[in-house]
């Protein structure tokens, strides 16, 4: 099995920044993907960004050039860097990894963007 647990969350002013972190633990070996997805009241959760082992990263239009996801992979962390927040960012953000063909979810951390 493996648990995971986001942590970083809170709320910021409009452009302020925050950092989450999500960190895998228990059966890590074969983990390939690692990102996050957020979901706003009454919407559907979207992607917003992820991460390979390797290094490879992919991200949601609406969030390119403003966060960066990072990886260590000693550590099975990954880590979102948010930078000029937006309103519009707000949502709760979980973090997911995927192992070999499952995906196991974190509960989820709250991120607040006042304007």
């Known amino acids: 099995q493996l648990q995971i647990v986001e942590s970083g969350g809170g709320l910021v002013q409009a452009g302020g920044s925050l950092r989450l972190s999500c960190k895998a633990s228990?059966?890590?070996?074969?983990?390939?993907?690692m990102g996050w997805y957020r979901q706003a009241p009454g919407k559907q959760r979207d992607l917003v960004a992820t991460?390979?082992?390797?290094?490879?990263?992919n991200y949601a239009d609406s969030v390119k050039g403003r966060f960066t996801i990072s990886r260590d992979n000693a550590k099975n962390t990954v880590y979102l860097q948010m930078n000029d927040l937006k309103p519009e960012d707000t949502a709760d953000y979980y973090c997911?990894?995927?192992?070999?063909?499952?995906?196991?979810w974190g509960q989820g951390t709250q991120v607040s963007v006042s304007s």
């Open positions: 991460i390979t082992t390797g290094g490879s990263t």
């Open positions: 997911y990894a995927r192992r070999l063909v499952r995906d196991y």
């Open positions: 228990g059966v890590t070996f074969s983990i390939n993907v």
